[in-house]
């Protein structure tokens, strides 16, 4: 059974962690439903510290029409200690002040807005399934 939706990786970059000095690695890119782009994903995570917890957001709206910016960014982090995803607050995320996002969301918000959070979840989804490079941030799954 294929995914309902693929997903493009594009572009990534290597940091360091503001509170430890370990190296973060950022990789982002687009979702797709068929041939309309529904979100564009960002997934940060310091190397080799499952304690970090990794974080993915999602601007999620219209994509490939500049007249149109409707878009809101939806952050998500992952915790591996009972490999659950949490719904975190958007606004303190890198991607809360590019010019491509028109609203942060908080949890509640995110949790709110009809339909967001499927679109967000369903994102999530595809991307941890389907961006080969997050192999690392799989692997800090725990197994127990
Ligand atoms: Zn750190």
Redesign the pocket.
């Known amino acids: 059974m294929t995914h309902p939706l693929s997903v493009e990786p594009t572009g990534e970059s290597h940091g360091h962690?503001d509170?430890?000095g370990?190296a973060t690695s950022t990789v982002w890119g687009y979702v797709h439903d068929r041939e309309k782009t529904v979100a564009a994903y960002f997934v940060q995570w310091?190397v080799g510290?499952a304690e970090?917890m990794p974080n993915f957001d999602f601007l999620i709206g219209t994509w490939g029409n500049d007249a149109v910016n409707d878009r809101v960014l939806s952050s998500w982090l992952f915790n591996p200690s009972n490999n659950s995803f949490m719904i975190t607050d958007a606004k303190c995320r890198p991607a809360a002040n590019s010019q491509l996002c028109s609203h942060a969301l908080s949890r509640e918000e995110t949790l709110a807005l009809p339909g967001l959070k499927a679109v967000a979840s369903g994102c999530l989804d595809a991307v941890w399934l389907q961006d080969g490079r997050l192999a690392e941030v799989r692997a800090f799954a725990n197994d127990a």
Do not use: D, I, R, V
């Open positions: 962690c509170c430890c370990n310091t510290s970090h």
